[in-house]
């Protein structure tokens, strides 16, 4: 593995757990339009666009709603979505994370944001950790969602460095796609049944430091 000098790190499934408050949010929904969402499905919009995941949810309950009903229904949902979120504190975020950008930061490492939420800001705000991203690529910038490599190129763009020394921590089948599609080294956070494409998986941040980057 090459020398890493900058690692992009995905936001829900890796720094913070908030799929649970978008799984919710989206049942409330898929229930108020007469059918429900299991938490299987509910893995699959994990990494994917708020609009994207909609029309999977719409498509799940045989529903067709007219763009403006669409926009209306993302539009509750999100709201739904941030008042789950602001039961968040600092402590609510994912076991080891903190420390491991705090390493990075001792070694002079930059580190980025690579997420699809338009939410990115304001959530690590809620958990008093945006200080420890040099820059941030969220849903408010990129033009094509995962497994589309523009969100960790933009990264690794921002911090200048190159893609093939880039490190990239993602929970999500399209985001390890998308760190393959750029170039970069790419870590899962989860099972390796799952995360088959990453190029080593580990089950979280608890343990996991520089040196286990380095030898990987
Ligand atoms: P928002 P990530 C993604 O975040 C979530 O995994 C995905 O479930 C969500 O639909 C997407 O953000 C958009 O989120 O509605 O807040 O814009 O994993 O890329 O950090
Ligand atoms: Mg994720």
Redesign the pocket.
Known sequence: MPSIQACLF????VIVDT?QF?YIAWREMAQDLGFDLTREENER??????ME?LEIVLSIGGVELSEDEKIHRATVK?TR?LELCMQMTSDDALPGVREFLDELKQNQIPSGLG??????KVILERIDMLHYFDTIVD?TRITKG?PDPQVFLMGASDLKVAPEHCAVFED?VA?IQSANAAGMFSVGIGEPSVLTEADIVVPGFEGFGLAQLENA
């Open positions: 995905d936001l829900d499934g799929a978008h919009l994990k990494g994917i666009s708020r995941s999100n979505y997420s699809a939420s338009k939410n990115a849903g995962k999500a985001g």
